[in-house]
DNA sequence: GCAAAACTGTTTACCTGATTAACAATACAC
DNA sequence: GTGTATTGTTAATCAGGTAAACAGTTTTGC
């Protein structure tokens, strides 16, 4: 079956690895996400959303009245570490905790409409900021990406 | 040219997505981070290296005699930061500070016998880390995605 | 020659993001 | 009803990182 395809070429091309390490994902993955943040920030400036604050306010708009259990298990975050990023998002009048009629353990958590603008407004921002920072990938390789990327965020399901 | 190729069956699919978020490249590339992170340590154990202190090794094995500023800039941080990981490395003997003859400023850093061996034993365990994190990934696949970070970490050049 | 600038390793103070353990209030199982 | 589970919260702690200052040591520019 298939007797002499010539694959070995496609090995090893002949950039300079300087060790190891730039073999490994983990490095690499590691190295990109710090590129990309640094960028986020910078594009949202002083005073502008943090990445995980943003990730919040999106899944709050995108699922009102969510709880705060619901919300850190979606984001991956135990809840006792949400409840700061709550705490900024409800300072800056992008949303509230509300009581919820059938049980009292539970404050809902409720975009105001000047959190919905706020998210739009930035939402706008952060794609250009992704748009620029990619801007030397394809589209088809950042859908490639997207898909990789997926992929190994979802072998974390089970923990 | 190509008038009427039908490319919009593959702009959506019908996983559902759950917000914007999920569309983001940022988002995706830190949930990844983080679960390969957490699968290193796991795999490295109570007591293993982190995964910056094996990356400092590393390039330490790679570049005997290397200043740690040069490592600092190597690995992308201020070399203040780089004086506890290189702590540790010296603690636990896989290496040493030494001094240059021709410069009284830096102390090179070289690699002791045991650190050589502890380096080459866990880069096998990180290894098969990957490995097993990333079945799912055929061998292409983990080719392009280790281009693609490559492409978005170099980015980060200037700064 | 020598003053000014630059570089090296280090400490200190601080920041962000996150976890764990405990807790009171509330709801659910049966 | 009693025991168990869940919710939001605080407090203590940790990991990783930055920025500013510092003493000691070259290097640079005349």
New binding site residues.
Partial sequence: MAPRTVTKSLEFEMTDVVSDLETLVGYNMKRAYVAIQKDFRAALGEGGL???TFSALSLVVAHPNI???DLARMLG?????L?AI?DDLEARKFLS?TLVPG?????ALVPTKAGIAAYGATLVTVQAHEDRLLADLSTSEKDTLMQLLMKIRLTDRES
């Avoid at 975050?77 to 570490?81: L, M, P, Q």
């Avoid at 049980?103 to 404050?107: C, H, K, L, P, Y």
């Fill in positions: 943090s990445p995980r709880s705060q259990s975050i135990e809840r006792s570490g409840v709550i905790r049980d009292r353990r539970v404050q």
